[in-house]
């Protein structure tokens, strides 16, 4: 299986909102409604950020949402704070019953 | 409180096997829920490993399939992982996770593996 595609690196002003994409195949995010992501801060496990989609668990600020469209899905912050700076990785379940991640995105905020 | 926390040997020696531990505390295995492993290289990014449900039904990554091998004991809440054969690709930091729906909620904190000699 083939990893997710994310762009490696992307960068904001506080404030302002950004959105990170994760584009698959019609055999994984396109195909299920199974997307999450996860937020990983330098020297610790990653965290739960948005999962089936475009469900928040409890307790992540609702200034984070998830969207797909296609084969693509969508992490959008919006108004960017300096404690989102970190890696944000999204993965999907796939049509062999396996789990599959993206590459990651360092998010810089300026 | 529900708690995963991993253990095993942090080097390993090249074409030997490496053998982590989860163990769950505050949460009955035999309850529900898929229990995963994830690693991560040094300055990488996430890897898959494979996932094992309380039943024993398991599902690996093809990429590492013919060397992976995850097994259960809800006696021990605890779930293994087994990685035959390894190099020093292998280098990571391995977690152990709980998923539900393809989601890994909960991870433990991680475990630094480094495969030399």
């Known amino acids: 299986q083939s990893a997710l595609t994310q762009p490696a690196s992307e960068s904001g002003s506080p404030g302002q909102p950004i959105t990170i994409s994760c584009t698959g195949t019609?055999?994984?995010?396109?195909?299920?409604?199974?997307v999450s992501w996860y937020q990983q801060h330098p020297g610790k496990a990653p965290k739960l950020m948005i999962y089936?989609?475009?469900n928040r668990p409890s307790g992540v600020s609702n200034r984070f949402s998830g969207s797909k469209s296609g084969n693509t899905a969508s992490l959008t912050i919006s108004g960017l704070q300096a404690e989102d700076e970190a890696d944000y990785y999204c993965?999907?379940?796939?049509?062999?019953?396996?789990?599959?991640f993206g590459g990651g995105t360092k998010l810089t905020v300026l | 409180q529900v708690q995963l926390q991993e253990s095993g040997p942090g080097l390993v020696k090249p074409s030997e096997t490496l053998s982590l531990t989860c163990a769950v505390s505050?949460?009955?295995?035999?309850?529900?829920?898929?229990w995963g492993w994830i690693r991560q290289p040094p300055g990488k990014g996430l890897e898959w490993i494979g996932r094992?449900?309380?039943?024993?039904?398991?599902y690996y990554n093809p990429s590492l399939k013919s060397r992976v091998t995850i097994s259960v004991d809800t006696s021990k809440k605890q779930f293994s992982l087994n990685l035959r054969s390894v190099t020093a690709a292998d280098t990571a930091v391995y977690f152990c996770?709980?998923?539900?729906?393809?989601?890994?909620?909960?991870w433990g904190q991680g475990i630094l593996v480094t495969v030399s000699s």
């Open positions: 996770a709980r998923e539900r729906e393809s989601a890994y909620a909960l």
């Open positions: 505050g949460y009955s295995i035999s309850s529900g829920y898929y």
């Open positions: 094992i449900y309380h039943s024993g039904s398991t």
């Open positions: 019609s055999s994984d995010v396109g195909g299920y409604n199974y």
């Open positions: 089936d989609v475009s």
């Open positions: 993965s999907s379940y796939t049509s062999s019953n396996t789990v599959v």
